[in-house]
């Protein structure tokens, strides 16, 4: 048995083995939705992407990103939730006592 990409999911709706999205390409993603921070549909996703991706690729990527707790997607918005420039996180993590 072939071993199995972070990116794939046995509950994936993408199909196997297809559109496996490169490093450069889930930066891309990535980037343009902590920017952003919401988009209503994935289609203003792909039209606010610097280049041309294909939708099975966005999908696999938002897939990803959803079981990575970084995105929520409901009724077909997609909101960005990773606290990475969250000014108060930050500050928190500052004060915080590291655990030995």
Same mark, same amino acid.
């Given at each position: 048995? @072939?071993? $199995? ?6 509950? &994936?709706? &993408?199909?196997?083995? &297809?559109?496996?999205?490169?490093? /450069?390409?889930? *930066?891309?993603? *990535? *980037? +343009? !939705? @902590?920017?952003? #921070?919401?988009?209503? &549909?994935?289609?203003?996703?792909? $039209? @606010?992407?610097? /280049? %041309?991706? %294909? %939708? %099975?690729?966005?999908?696999? +990527?938002?897939?990803? !990103?959803? $079981?990575?707790?970084?995105?929520? $997607? *409901?009724?077909? @918005?997609? !909101? ?7 000014? #108060? !996180?930050?500050?928190?993590? #500052?004060?915080?006592?590291?655990? #030995?």
């Amino acid at each position: 048995m @072939a071993p $199995r990409s972070i990116l794939e999911n046995k509950n &994936s709706k &993408s199909k196997p083995g &297809s559109h496996i999205p490169n490093l /450069k390409t889930i *930066e891309m993603i *990535e *980037e +343009v !939705l @902590a920017k952003e #921070k919401e988009f209503s &549909s994935r289609n203003k996703l792909s $039209r @606010a992407l610097p /280049k %041309q991706v %294909q %939708q %099975q690729t966005i999908e696999v +990527v938002l897939e990803y !990103l959803e $079981r990575s707790k970084k995105i929520m $997607r *409901e009724g077909g @918005a997609i !909101l960005w939730i990773f606290g990475d420039n969250n000014p #108060k !996180l930050m500050k928190l993590h #500052k004060m915080s006592t590291e655990l #030995k």
